[in-house]
């Protein structure tokens, strides 16, 4: 049975996010837009009304997710009163009152996700480290558990590329995770993973150290600008590896762009070098890898921005060897993450896709920055 002081929490922590979210001026917006799409014209321009709808249910989705939590608190409130004159059970308080909060948290979260690339789709690259096979494998690991957690929130996961390790596992991969705020919740993976574990690729069962980096970037999409500049484009073709049957062999599907990027604000040089094997079809695979690239663009951009900003650049953690921001290790069922400090001994759960207490820990501390 909950206590006064949990009530009083509730509705204190709904106040908190109908003025956090400025709901009331959200609702005066909503009905402005909605007059615009009633407009005879407004069809006229396809990719204006798109990003018009877009707007609309943006914020509808803010006002129907703060209506919902408003909702539970006041339902909480009147089932305590209810309490008093026995007409309703401890156990349909408890779970009213875990409805709400769960309901609440959700709402706060999301309101970490406040930047224009949040809501966007993502572009997860992993890259194995030193370690040979013991570090491919640990790769092939965090690829599976990405994919898990995107199955189990929704999410379409493509593999737009794949490197097999030399003896198992992989040396690197590019998933695309496809849905919205896909990039607000994984852009907290950015970074080096540790494994620790009883290597079965170690023929004296010693215990080993493993890394592998996680790159993640948003997906953009047509509405964001990205200037590419055509002449610093050069494609090459390969045949493609893996499973596929006697077509994947034989034609060179898989492409291979470089990019000779020039950074406008330090005049640095750098290669950009993506690869993409995702379909059988040469032009849709120089088509995808093209979009890769304005997202690593786009990221470079972002990245700028920044760096511009005190508060961010503290928080911020450089993706080296070494700096590792969570650490897996498997022997003592742990995992620990070094930014925040949370940690689980459920190492399975994790590495079946558990990772939403791990992306929430970060969004709460850093996000709001």
Not at 53 to 62: A, D, H, R
Not at 140 to 159: F, T
Request: net charge negative; charged share 35%; glycine share 6%.
């Amino acid at each position: 049975m909950i206590t006064a002081e949990q009530l009083k929490e509730v509705r204190e922590r709904t106040e908190q996010l109908n003025r956090y979210l400025n709901i009331d001026a959200k609702k005066i917006q909503l009905e402005e837009e909605q007059l615009r799409t009633q407009a005879p014209e407004f069809w006229d321009d396809q990719k204006r009304a798109e990003a018009q709808m877009k707007l609309v249910k943006g914020l509808e989705k803010w006002i129907n997710g703060y209506a919902e939590v408003k909702s539970l608190a006041d339902e909480l409130a009147l089932a305590m009163e209810y309490y008093r004159e026995e007409l309703v059970t401890e156990e349909e308080i408890d779970d009213l009152y875990s409805r709400a909060v769960s309901a609440i948290e959700e709402l706060e979260l999301k309101n970490m996700l406040r930047r224009e690339e949040d809501i966007m789709d993502a572009v997860l690259k992993i890259n194995s480290g030193a370690g040979g096979t013991e570090a491919q494998d640990w790769a092939q690991m965090l690829m599976r558990m990405y994919m898990r957690w995107a199955e189990e929130n929704g999410y379409k996961c493509v593999v737009s590329n794949i490197l097999d390790g030399d003896d198992a596992g992989i040396k690197s991969c590019t998933l695309e995770i496809q849905g919205e705020y896909a990039y607000g919740y994984l852009k907290s993976e950015n970074g080096v993973h540790r494994l620790v574990r009883v290597s079965p690729y170690n023929a004296q069962g010693k215990r080993m150290t493993s890394f592998a980096s996680v790159f993640v970037t948003p997906l953009v999409d047509d509405s964001i600008e990205v200037n590419i500049e055509p002449a610093r484009i050069s494609w090459d073709t390969f045949r493609s590896s893996g499973a596929g049957g006697q077509n994947v062999n034989k034609v060179e599907s898989g492409v291979r762009l470089r990019y000779q990027y020039k950074d406008p604000y330090t005049g640095e040089e750098e290669e950009i070098l993506i690869e993409n094997t995702e379909t059988r079809d040469q032009p849709k695979n120089k088509e995808n890898a093209l979009r890769l690239l304005r997202s690593m663009l786009y990221d470079k951009e972002l990245q700028h921005r920044m760096a511009e900003q005190a508060k961010v650049e503290a928080g911020k953690r450089k993706i080296e060897w070494g700096s590792q921001i969570r650490s897996y290790v498997f022997d003592d069922r742990r995992v620990k993450d070094h930014r925040t400090g949370y940690q689980t001994s459920d190492v399975g759960g994790v590495m079946d896709g558990k990772i939403d207490a791990f992306i929430k820990a970060y969004l709460m501390e850093f996000g709001g920055e």
